[in-house]
């Protein structure tokens, strides 16, 4: 991890402690993740291409960042993703769906899908996140995705991972204000 | 004899052939008529089935569809695929291959995704190669088994029918 990688980790884990969701202040998966949040995310998207900002913008969409006490599919499915609901969506009929047991395996179920829309020429947040939700009811979670993108010095146009001069400075700039 | 029939299923498929004049990549692609292209796609890309069956995450429904053609604005075969994170670590498997397109046989790294634990029964299959210094990527992705020939049948079709710009 170099210096701007370590300090996007902490500009994220900064971002989790301070969280304020739908169970008060802190989002569970800066302790949920080892060793915490930002590392751990920063890891994943290394290994996918995919931007952290753009996982956790879609994190605060679908579960308030891991805050909201009731997700289809349980705790540990912050993503929604709906191949590990309990029931389904549209009938509410209980699914034979596997859910998750951890922070870890939802984290890193969606970077993995996520670098396949990436391969598959789905580049833009819009885009990404329109195959994601589905075609009826997209728009409406991605402002707040977004604005998470931006929050984290990602490019709320794009859900690859990179690093250009505009997000080196505002890092560095975020890192400088903790530091105070 | 059961993958050229196939073969003869993608020929009839691609007698009312749809051509396109491709700016992204400089390419003249010829499909089959009947699929959709995908307006949110960085590159051309048709998909088999209509946006409103596409379920939630998992790209194309079981049985359906998608392939891309782009030419990714990197110098080599091994940017390309350090860029979309086609790598062992991802469960993408790579070998040298040889594809068939206008410009006669030529090779390509082939790579392919089958077990794929987030889209459940997905199968991806790429080729990245060079032509006249300029490297182009294919892309399939389909859901389930059965559908394979049928749909690599297309996906081959389509690739040995490309135009590259002089």
Same mark, same amino acid.
């Given at each position: 991890?170099?210096?701007?990688?370590?300090?996007? !980790? &902490?500009?994220?884990?900064?971002?989790?402690?301070?969280?304020?969701?739908?169970?008060?202040?802190?989002?569970?998966?800066?302790?949920?993740?080892?060793?915490?949040?930002?590392?751990?995310?920063?890891?994943?998207?290394?290994?996918?291409?995919?931007?952290?900002? @753009?996982?956790?913008?879609?994190?605060?969409?679908?579960?308030?960042? #891991?805050?909201?006490?009731?997700?289809?599919?349980?705790?540990?499915?912050?993503?929604?993703?709906?191949?590990?609901?309990?029931?389904?969506?549209?009938?509410? =009929?209980?699914?034979?769906?596997?859910?998750?047991?951890?922070? !870890?395996?939802?984290?890193?179920?969606?970077?993995?899908?996520?670098?396949?829309?990436?391969?598959?020429?789905?580049?833009?947040?819009?885009?990404?996140? =329109?195959?994601?939700?589905?075609?009826?009811?997209?728009?409406?979670?991605?402002?707040?995705?977004?604005?998470?993108?931006?929050?984290?010095?990602?490019?709320?146009?794009?859900?690859?991972?990179?690093?250009?001069?505009?997000?080196?400075?505002?890092?560095?700039?975020?890192?400088?204000?903790?530091?105070? | 004899?059961?993958?050229?029939?196939?073969?003869?299923? #993608?020929?009839?498929?691609?007698?009312? !052939?749809?051509?396109?004049? &491709? #700016?992204?990549?400089?390419?003249?692609?010829?499909?089959?008529?009947?699929?959709?292209?995908?307006?949110?796609?960085?590159?051309?890309?048709?998909?088999?089935?209509?946006?409103?069956?596409?379920?939630?995450?998992?790209?194309?429904? @079981?049985?359906?569809?998608?392939?891309?053609?782009? !030419?990714?604005?990197? =110098?080599?075969?091994?940017?390309?695929?350090?860029? &979309?994170?086609?790598?062992?670590?991802?469960?993408?498997?790579?070998?040298?291959?040889?594809?068939?397109?206008?410009?006669?046989?030529?090779?390509?790294?082939? /790579?392919?995704?089958?077990?794929?634990?987030?889209?459940?029964?997905?199968?991806?299959? /790429?080729? #990245?190669?060079?032509?006249?210094?300029?490297?182009?990527?294919?892309?399939?992705?389909?859901?389930?088994?059965?559908?394979?020939?049928?749909?690599?049948?297309?996906?081959?079709?389509?690739?040995?029918?490309?135009?590259?710009?002089?």
């Amino acid at each position: 991890m170099d210096v701007w990688e370590q300090n996007l !980790a &902490d500009v994220i884990d900064n971002y989790l402690k301070n969280y304020v969701g739908m169970s008060g202040s802190g989002s569970p998966l800066y302790t949920g993740l080892a060793p915490t949040g930002g590392p751990y995310m920063i890891a994943q998207a290394q290994q996918t291409g995919v931007d952290p900002s @753009l996982v956790l913008g879609i994190c605060r969409s679908e579960s308030s960042t #891991a805050t909201n006490p009731i997700l289809n599919g349980g705790r540990f499915n912050i993503f929604g993703n709906s191949y590990h609901f309990a029931v389904f969506a549209n009938t509410g =009929k209980k699914t034979n769906y596997t859910l998750y047991t951890s922070y !870890a395996d939802a984290t890193n179920d969606v970077f993995a899908l996520l670098q396949q829309y990436i391969a598959a020429g789905l580049v833009t947040t819009d885009a990404i996140y =329109k195959k994601y939700e589905g075609e009826a009811s997209w728009q409406q979670n991605v402002p707040a995705i977004k604005a998470t993108q931006q929050k984290l010095t990602g490019d709320p146009l794009n859900g690859r991972y990179q690093f250009n001069d505009a997000r080196k400075a505002a890092l560095a700039a975020l890192v400088a204000g903790f530091k105070k | 004899m059961k993958r050229f029939a196939f073969f003869l299923f #993608a020929l009839v498929l691609f007698a009312q !052939a749809v051509t396109t004049h &491709d #700016a992204r990549s400089g390419l003249v692609i010829h499909s089959p008529a009947g699929w959709r292209i995908d307006p949110d796609s960085s590159a051309f890309t048709i998909e088999s089935f209509p946006a409103n069956k596409r379920p939630p995450q998992v790209l194309v429904p @079981l049985g359906g569809a998608r392939i891309m053609v782009a !030419a990714p604005s990197v =110098k080599s075969i091994d940017e390309f695929v350090q860029l &979309d994170r086609l790598t062992p670590e991802n469960g993408y498997l790579s070998k040298p291959a040889e594809i068939k397109t206008t410009e006669g046989s030529i090779p390509a790294q082939e /790579i392919r995704l089958d077990q794929n634990k987030v889209i459940p029964e997905g199968h991806t299959l /790429i080729h #990245a190669f060079s032509v006249r210094g300029r490297i182009y990527e294919t892309y399939l992705l389909y859901r389930g088994a059965a559908d394979k020939l049928k749909y690599e049948a297309i996906y081959y079709q389509i690739v040995s029918t490309l135009e590259f710009p002089r």
